[in-house]
């Protein structure tokens, strides 16, 4: 049986941004964590750049979320006709 891809991909932390490692506060890990139903979550409103999302390591890649800080810190760096 072959093995999946990602099961000798480092241990990716849901909890952490992919990118900075400070919390990331991500409702939908929370609801697994605690059981226990969460408010949507914070990054289903934020607008992500592309540019930023290419920065995420390839492991981390749909297994963790990018924290609200580093969100915003990319898009206060675009033009304001960039943003959606």
């Given at each position: 049986?072959?093995?999946p891809p990602h ?15 400070q919390g990331n ?41 990018i924290c609200a ?16």
């Amino acid at each position: 049986m072959p093995t999946p891809p990602h099961a000798n991909a480092p241990a990716v932390n849901a909890t952490r941004c992919p990118l900075c490692g400070q919390g990331n506060g991500c409702a939908e890990e929370a609801a697994r964590a605690t059981g226990q139903p969460q408010p949507p979550c914070w990054c289903m409103t934020a607008a992500f750049p592309p540019t930023l999302r290419a920065e995420v390591p390839q492991a981390a890649r749909g297994r963790a979320c990018i924290c609200a800080a580093c969100a915003a810190a990319a898009s206060s760096t675009l033009p304001a006709h960039a943003l959606p």
